[in-house]
């Protein structure tokens, strides 16, 4: 965290929402989806996604200026990073920009947070956050969960495992990071009913459908079923206290301590080269 030295510093930092605020706009307005292979001019792009025509070519002129557009002769195309990064059907799509532009209307809230001591106009149950939001949700825990599976995957013994069970797994990231290390290994996806369905899309994307199955359930209150070598709980928090009522972080002991709880032995951490922390249990 960068520590402010002066006050032309402390502007940057406060003033830096501005063009977070463009991209994340451009993103939702899908004008690099729009722009993809081809050139257009803001007139006939404003026309095509029903926006006011000077307001969307100020806008395209700030993207051109940030080097997410070209501008030649009055015409707008992607650049390369655009097209490769920010296009949704390409395999680099950077996937978490629908679920960052969500967490800003929440950190809009922060000083209503700190006074009240938790988010505040949020809808409490996650099936009522609508399917937009949960896509969104699912593609930004499937972009930072792709590396933190394999991640994970490095550090475990899997060669004789046969079965798991990933609970809350969503996009199925850390599963099909087992399976690249260990072909062997049949998984088993565990998520509520509205996440299925997405969870089966990135499972036919990942061509394993061989590999994993799926099972609805809430983990609250439902039977995971038995037979498995290995569990992972690989639902995290992001930005718990402006996001969700109840939620919180949690330190190491307290995790273990529930490990404990649930009869698991041999609890031991295991720390990764990027900083994370995984705590790691087994069954006696």
């Known amino acids: 965290m960068m520590k402010i030295q002066n006050p032309a510093e402390l502007m940057e930092l406060v003033n830096g929402f501005r063009l977070s605020r463009i991209v994340l706009t451009a993103h939702e307005l899908k004008i690099f989806d729009h722009l993809a292979g081809k050139s257009c001019s803001s007139a006939d792009l404003a026309s095509l996604i029903n926006t006011d025509t000077r307001a969307t070519d100020r806008l395209m002129n700030v993207l051109a200026g940030l080097g997410l557009l070209d501008k030649q002769h009055g015409l707008f195309t992607n650049s390369a990073f655009a097209e490769k990064h920010l296009v949704s059907s390409s395999p680099a799509f950077l996937g978490g920009l629908g679920h960052t532009a969500d967490l800003w209307r929440k950190w809009g809230t922060l000083t209503q947070v700190i006074r009240k001591g938790a988010a505040v106009d949020l809808e409490d149950n996650f099936n009522e ?25 490095s550090l475990l013994k899997l060669s004789g495992v046969n079965r798991t069970l990933d609970v809350g797994g969503g996009s199925g990231a850390f599963t099909f990071a087992w399976i690249e290390k260990n072909p062997a290994i049949q998984a088993v996806i565990f998520d509520l009913p509205n996440v299925i369905p997405i969870t089966q899309k990135y499972i036919d994307r990942s061509k394993l459908s061989a590999n994993v199955s799926v099972a609805a359930g809430d983990y609250h209150k439902d039977d995971f079923g038995e037979g498995f070598d290995l569990v ?22 307290e995790i273990s301590g529930w490990m404990k709880e649930a009869g698991l032995v041999g609890i031991i951490p295991l720390a990764a080269a990027s900083g994370t922390q995984y705590i790691c249990g087994f069954k006696p």
Do not use: C, P
């Open 129 to 153: 956050r609508g399917a937009e939001w949960l896509e969104s949700f699912i593609a930004a825990m499937h972009a930072r969960g792709v590396a933190q599976g394999r991640e994970l995957a």
């Open 232 to 253: 992972q709980g690989a639902v995290f928090a992001i930005n718990m206290l402006v996001g969700t009522k109840r939620g919180d972080t949690y330190t190491a002991e």
